[in-house]
């Protein structure tokens, strides 16, 4: 099965078509909505007018791939960070994949591997290179050995932990309880220490 969310359903198949695509939706997702993270690559893409590639984005010039973030809508609510983020993490595909986002996880050995590949990246740290690897092996197939232990918790079957869970609105609804969850827990922790 595979990514399914609530977007634009020209925004979806990007995600399924383009690696690079699903890649910067997950550098996104952070502080916005899965939706807005997910969704923005497809509208960076209408902006540019045609798909882009790692080495466009990579050698872009930094203030103009700033303005296509901050453009309204912005395609995050910190578009600054963000595109330089999106530019780091391209110009590590183009320097050790040749430019091919599919590169990061296509030929690995093992789930310790690609966890370590994602991790590698500028922004992943350990918790969002887990939620790759699931999100890799839940929706997209790439299920090299140990890939779910290398993805903790979020590798596990039958949960509802991350965008890597994703199917429909149900399971989206259950993904924010449980984040919700979680936010609540590691306040009450805070608020006990």
């Not at 983020?85 to 590169?103: H, I, M, P």
Request: glycine share 8%.
């Amino acid at each position: 099965m595979t990514l399914a969310l609530p977007i634009d359903p020209e925004a979806n198949a990007l995600l399924r078509r383009s690696p690079l695509a699903l890649l910067v939706g997950m550098v996104l997702d952070q502080q916005v909505s899965m939706e807005k993270a997910f969704s923005s690559p497809y509208v960076l893409a209408q902006r540019l007018g045609h798909e882009p590639d790692a080495a466009e984005l990579a050698g872009c010039d930094p203030e103009a791939l700033v303005t296509l973030f901050a453009t309204p809508p912005a395609l995050h609510r910190f578009p600054k960070a963000m595109a330089a983020r999106v530019q780091e993490v391209c110009r590590v595909l183009v320097d050790r994949y040749d430019g091919d986002a599919a590169s990061l996880w296509t030929g690995v050995t093992d789930g310790r591997e690609l966890l370590r590949r994602v991790a590698d990246l500028p922004g992943f740290g350990k918790q969002k290179a887990q939620i790759f690897v699931a999100l890799l092996g839940k929706r997209f197939g790439v299920t090299p050995e140990g890939w779910r232990e290398a993805a903790g918790g979020y590798g596990e079957a039958d949960t509802y932990r991350s965008v890597a869970d994703v199917t429909d609105a149900e399971s989206l609804r259950r993904v924010r309880e449980y984040k919700q969850q979680m936010k609540a827990a590691a306040k009450a922790g805070a608020a006990g220490a």
